[in-house]
Antibody, heavy 120, light 110 residues
Framework: QLQLQESGPGLVKPSETLSLTCTVS??????????WGWIRQPPGKGLEWIGA???????HHNPSLKSRVTTSLDTSKNRFSLRLTSVTAADTAVYYC????????????WGQGTLVTVSS | QSALTQPASVSGSPGQSITISCTGT?????????VSWYQHHPGKAPRLMIY???YRPSGVSSRFSGSKSGTTASLTISGLQAEDEADYHC??????????FGGGTKLTVL
């Protein structure tokens, strides 16, 4: 059974970099038919797609966040990561890691999410 | 990219049917049949319920169905059950090769 689990600091200071990792079990991330990505939900708001990357290095990102976002894959540990630079209070959210199945354009698996608060 | 528009809340009694709408634009819902619906119980991982407008993943009850007309997609849940109470989110792929989501709808089973 495919499982995704987010990990990382729950508190980040303003202007610093938010870093999260998603560990995948049940399937290898070394496949070009999937994208591995991130979605967030600020408190009381809807979901916001951040971006994703495939094993071959193809990426697509939310234009509003693209300049601050870096995604990467670590196939040796079957995990992938998100870096979001220059964070502000507006980046406070529950962050979810997800799998996108590119064959029929669906986001089919999600992690449980991790709350990241931006505060001094 | 603007978010898709969903009602903030809907409610229904056990056994009844409810429909949640999801309105987008010609750049997302109106242009692609890549609309999905997710069920989200707080504290748990969101679950894919419908993809490509009307397809159900394996294991999803046939009480859940999806449709689309123009720039509006809909999720219908028939025979409401207590465990259906959750937040429901719609999403669509866009002509900019991005994903856009709705604001979410809280379903209350009375």
């Amino acid at each position: 059974q495919l499982q995704l689990q987010e990990s990382g600091p729950g508190l980040v200071k303003p202007s610093e970099t938010l870093s999260l990792t998603c560990t995948v079990s049940g399937v290898s991330i070394s496949s070009n038919i999937f994208y591995w990505g991130w979605i967030r939900q600020p408190p009381g708001k809807g979901l916001e797609w951040i971006g994703a990357r495939s094993y071959s290095g193809n990426t697509h990102h939310n234009p509003s966040l693209k300049s601050r976002v870096t995604t990467s894959l670590d196939t040796s540990k079957n995990r992938f990561s998100l870096r979001l630079t220059s964070v502000t209070a507006a980046d406070t959210a529950v962050y979810y890691c997800v799998r996108e199945y590119s064959a029929n354009y669906k986001i089919d698996y999600w992690g449980q999410g991790t709350l990241v608060t931006v505060s001094s | 990219q603007s978010a898709l528009t969903q009602p903030a809340s809907v409610s229904g009694s056990p056994g009844q049917s409810i429909t949640i709408s999801c309105t987008g634009t010609s750049s997302d819902v109106g242009d692609y049949n890549y609309v999905s619906w997710y069920q989200h119980h707080p504290g748990k991982a969101p679950r894919l319920m419908i993809y490509e407008v009307s397809y159900r993943p394996s294991g999803v009850s046939s009480r859940f169905s999806g449709s689309k007309s123009g720039t509006t997609a809909s999720l219908t849940i028939s025979g409401l059950q207590a465990e259906d109470e959750a937040d429901y989110h719609c999403s669509s792929y866009t002509t900019s090769n991005t994903w856009v989501f709705g604001g979410g709808t809280k379903l209350t089973v009375l």
